[in-house]
T-cell receptor
């Protein structure tokens, strides 16, 4: 169990640029979640996948955001035309599906700063 | 919709003091409840969980009991240590058919002084 891995750890970009983050879940986990956390707040749910299917998207996820999980393994989160308000920590988590709510294991996050 | 409310921080305690961090929730159906901890410079780690009413989750000396009648899941520890200084998040996930997404409280920062 190597844990959930996220890359990059930090991303600094200018407003209007596109950015992409990657998440590698724990290998046997079929569920993958994306959250966003701003300073002093708890994480907020963005979207989740079961295998390769994206099953739910939060209303927080505007049209500028897109997430994929090809082949049900790693996932990418892309933000197009970044805005100041996109500055946050983006967290990825994974869990085994199963019956009942299995605990989610979190990566260390990608911190996005918009200049 | 589902929501979680935690007591506001920061909470400052002396070493060996008793800790309580209050957490209440609003949810339909039968949620599962969790406490996560975030140590300085690290990612979120699961501290403990409870999946049904009256369950008690425990880990590293921390405990929390799932109280459906009061919709609460308060975190307690009998004797805190400096190494417990961190931000604590209460969270819930809804029924399985709600996808397991977590709804978090705003977090409570704990600072333990020697």
């Amino acid at each position: 169990d190597t844990g959930v891995s996220q890359n990059p750890r930090h991303k600094i970009t200018k407003r209007g640029q596109n950015v992409t983050f990657r998440c590698d879940p724990i290998s046997e986990h079929n569920r993958l979640y994306w959250y966003r956390q701003t300073l002093g707040q708890g994480p907020e749910f963005l979207t989740y996948f079961q295998n390769e299917a994206q099953l739910e998207k939060s209303r927080l996820l505007s049209d500028r955001f897109s997430a994929e999980r090809p082949k049900g393994s790693f996932s990418t989160l892309e933000i197009q035309r970044t805005e100041q308000g996109d500055s946050a920590m983006y967290l990825c988590a994974s869990s085994s599906g199963g019956w009942g709510n299995q605990p989610q294991h979190f990566g260390d996050g990608t911190r996005l700063s918009i200049l | 919709g589902n929501s979680v409310t935690q007591m506001e921080g920061p909470v400052t305690l002396s070493e060996e003091a008793f800790l309580t961090i209050n957490c209440t929730y609003t949810a339909t159906g039968y949620p599962s409840l969790f406490w996560y901890v975030q140590y300085p410079g690290e990612g979120l780690q699961l501290l403990l969980k409870a999946t049904k009413a009256d369950d008690k989750g425990s880990n590293k000396g921390f405990e929390a009991t799932y109280r459906k009648e009061t919709t609460s899941f308060h975190l307690e520890k009998g004797s805190v240590q400096v190494s417990d200084s961190a931000v604590y998040f209460c969270a819930l996930s809804g029924d399985y058919n709600q996808g397991g997404k977590l709804i978090f409280g705003q977090g409570t920062e704990l600072s333990v002084k020697p």
